[in-house]
């Protein structure tokens, strides 16, 4: 069992950056892949971000490569978010979620999730 706690969120303009971070308790945190998804008012659930359970390397989705950066501290069990370059369009309740599978974009392997934390991106 791993239970997720997401801070770090709030209110930014356009073009400023955020780092979220994912407080995780249990022993077994590196036994799993870690993921960042993101949930915009009336959308699904997407992904956004995750990294292996040995710390990499680690693979995005196409709308934010470049701009996000996820990390983890597997003494720490903590999972960080960077992102830079907020647009608009990035604003979202963003869940950090633990996956059993070495690989995986698909929100339904996902096994744990954290209740969100808000990004809101004011033009």
């Known amino acids: 069992q791993v239970q997720l706690v997401e801070s770090g969120g709030g209110l930014v303009q356009s073009g400023g950056s955020l780092r979220l971070s994912c407080a995780a308790s249990?022993?077994?945190?590196?036994?799993?892949?870690m993921g960042w998804f993101r949930q915009a008012p009336g959308k699904e659930r997407e992904f956004v971000a995750a990294?292996?359970?040995?710390?990499?390397?680690?693979y995005y989705a196409d709308s934010v490569k470049g701009r996000f950066t996820i990390s983890r501290d597997n003494a720490k069990n903590t999972v960080d978010l960077q992102i830079l370059s907020l647009k608009p369009e990035d604003t979202a309740l963003y869940y950090c979620?633990?996956?059993?599978?070495?690989?995986?974009?698909?929100?339904?392997?996902?096994?744990?999730w954290g209740q969100g934390t808000q990004v809101t991106v004011s033009s």
């Open positions: 979620a633990a996956t059993s599978q070495y690989y995986s974009t698909t929100y339904g392997t996902y096994d744990y």
């Open positions: 990294i292996t359970k040995s710390g990499g390397p680690p």
């Open positions: 249990g022993r077994t945190f590196s036994s799993y892949t």
